[in-house]
T-cell receptor, first 115, second 112 residues
Framework: ETGVTQTPRHLVMGMTNKKSLKCEQHLGHNAMYWYKQSAKKPLELMFVYSLEERVENNSVPSRFSPECPNSSHLFLHLHTLQPEDSALYLC??????????????FGPGTRLTVL | GENVEQHPSTLSVQEGDSAVIKCTYSDSASNYFPWYKQELGKGPQLIIDIRSNVGEKKDQRIAVTLNKTAKHFSLHITETQPEDSAVYFCAAPFYGNNRLAFGKGNQVVVIP
């Protein structure tokens, strides 16, 4: 595997279910991100992890819970979601080098549908 | 915070013609401007970026121009090909940190 991988690629869940999205990066990067992509809207940055510590949480509802066990893996735990949470969830990684604006490498995303 | 807008939302061009997408931003302190391309079923991929110390940057058939006074930058694609059909996102930094604010994206359709 190369680059950034995400599983599953598609997920359908009910509002009472609990599920997790997984992201793995094979690039040796030290920062990982979760974005939400909805139709006709800008990419929304949800969480940022740098060196396995959460450095940003952009007012995301608590029904989304991230986990970063090591620098290569990132999870997004989901519970009691709402239909408006249906979207494409993108994971990205970058190498923080002490200079701003490093290239972000995105995975293919998980298409989530909440019924 | 940064407000990034892209125009037009959809652009159709004949194969071989040029395509231009414009992006405006609100924070005059921003100094880094990337363009990402997202193909169907894939995540966005960086295709070109520019920093505020230059006005134009080219890479084969793509170029980005920056007008800091007017706070806009544009993506130029010349000799368009079917594989250029995708959604293109521009971005600019949030004020005060190195995170990026993305626009809504431009759908570019190249008609064979």
């Amino acid at each position: 595997e190369t680059g950034v991988t995400q599983t599953p690629r598609h997920l359908v869940m009910g509002m009472t279910n609990k599920k997790s999205l997984k992201c793995e990066q094979h690039l040796g990067h030290n920062a990982m991100y979760w974005y939400k992509q909805s139709a006709k809207k800008p990419l929304e940055l949800m969480f940022v992890y740098s060196l396995e510590e959460r450095v940003e949480n952009n007012s995301v509802p608590s029904r989304f819970s991230p986990e970063c066990p090591n620098s290569s893996h990132l999870f997004l735990h989901l519970h009691t979601l709402q239909p408006e949470d249906s979207a494409l969830y993108l994971c990205a990684s970058s190498q923080e080098k002490g200079e701003p604006y490093n290239e972000q490498f995105f995975g293919p995303g998980t298409r989530l549908t909440v019924l | 915070g940064e407000n990034v807008e892209q125009h037009p939302s959809t652009l159709s061009v004949q194969e071989g013609d040029s395509a231009v997408i414009k992006c405006t931003y609100s924070d005059s302190a921003s100094n880094y401007f990337p363009w990402y391309k997202q193909e169907l079923g894939k995540g966005p991929q960086l295709i070109i970026d520019i920093r505020s110390n230059v006005g134009e940057k080219k890479d084969q058939r793509i170029a980005v121009t920056l007008n800091k006074t007017a706070k806009h930058f544009s993506l130029h694609i010349t000799e368009t090909q079917p594989e250029d059909s995708a959604v293109y996102f521009c971005a600019a930094p949030f004020y005060g940190n190195n995170r990026l604010a993305f626009g809504k994206g431009n759908q570019v359709v190249v008609i064979p």
